[in-house]
Every structure is written in structure tokens, then in C-alpha cells.
């Protein structure tokens, strides 16, 4: 007896949601609020593309481009790595340490593109003098940021990026 209740009861409730055969629309309020993706989402933080700081998350602040030999230089998210480092060359104009050294923990902490990419310390973005290195120079104030390297020599990078000169970058 109350099982016929039960069902009378679900068959009732059924038949107003589903609406009626006219509108071919159910009655009961329908909620579309997840984003579909029809691949991966767009990537946040790390390497995600921007145009100015404000389209940047706190986790990677900065919207800056890294410098390609061939191409346009691509505006992505970064967070800084190495602030007010400074670096001696050789005598062939060539890095030879920073001090301290990059955190490339920031790095790690702002990317989400799972095992796709390897996050990286090394995006030249200011020093002092702001030269191209000479021979046995010191430079001060040394900021680096992060940028995503490709993962393998099959330029594999996240979804939405492309791999350019060992890069991953937004297009």
C-alpha cells in the first residue's frame, strides 16, 4: 500500500516537471551554470594570455612578453623568480652566476598545466646597466621571471599554447 502511494506520488511529481506536450519544455526551472569546454580550459596563472597586469591572477601578477628570435613576443602571466639579483660575465660576455639564486618554487606554485611544460626561471626582464652583456661586467638589479618550457624535443606544451624556440606561449 505504501509503495502504490510512493509511485502515485513520483508519477505526479514527474508529470509537472516534464511539462506537457505542447511546448515539448519541461516545467521545472533548468540550471546551466558550468562552463563547457570542448577541450582543456583555458590555462590560469602561469603562462596564461593577457594584454595588461589586470588580466593577471595574484598567483602570476605580471603580464609580460619573452623575447623570440623570429615572431611576435606573446604577452603571458608571470610571477617574479629573481628580484635585485645580481651576475658577473666572463670574459666572452657570458653568465656565469646569479646571486642569490632564482626561486623557481614561484615558478612551480603559479602553474597549472599539469605534466605539460616545465615551469622555468629565466625570463630576462630587467637589470642595470640595461646593455647587452659585456665582457667581465657586473649587473645589479636583476629581474627574472617564469615562463613555461616546452616538455620534450616533440614541443609538447598545455592546451592553448604553442612551443616557439623551446617555449610554451599563448597565440
Not at 580550459?41 to 589586470?54: F, V
Not at 639579483?85 to 603559479?110: E, F, I, L, R, Y
Request: aromatic fraction near 10%; proline fraction near 8%; charged fraction near 10%.
Amino acid at each position: 500500500m505504501a509503495s502504490s502511494r510512493l509511485f502515485g506520488v513520483v508519477f505526479v511529481v514527474a508529470l509537472f516537471a516534464c511539462g506537457d506536450k505542447k511546448t515539448q519544455t519541461p516545467d521545472a526551472k533548468v540550471y546551466f551554470d558550468a562552463h563547457i569546454y570542448m577541450d582543456a580550459p583555458p590555462l590560469m596563472g602561469l603562462g596564461q594570455k593577457c594584454a595588461t597586469d589586470a588580466d593577471c591572477p595574484t598567483n602570476a601578477p605580471l603580464c609580460r612578453s619573452y623575447k623570440l628570435s623570429t615572431g611576435n613576443s606573446p604577452l603571458f602571466c608571470s610571477p617574479l623568480c629573481l628580484e635585485g639579483a645580481t651576475m658577473t660575465t666572463d670574459a666572452q660576455g657570458n653568465v656565469t652566476a646569479t646571486s642569490p639564486a632564482p626561486d623557481v618554487s614561484k615558478c612551480t606554485a603559479a602553474y597549472g598545466g599539469g605534466i605539460l611544460g616545465l615551469p622555468t626561471c629565466g625570463n630576462w626582464l630587467s637589470w642595470t646597466p640595461m646593455e647587452t652583456f659585456q665582457p667581465s661586467t657586473t649587473y645589479t638589479n636583476i629581474m627574472w621571471g617564469c615562463y613555461i618550457r616546452c616538455t620534450n624535443a616533440d614541443t609538447t606544451c598545455p592546451a592553448g599554447l604553442t612551443c616557439i624556440n623551446g617555449g610554451c606561449f599563448p597565440q
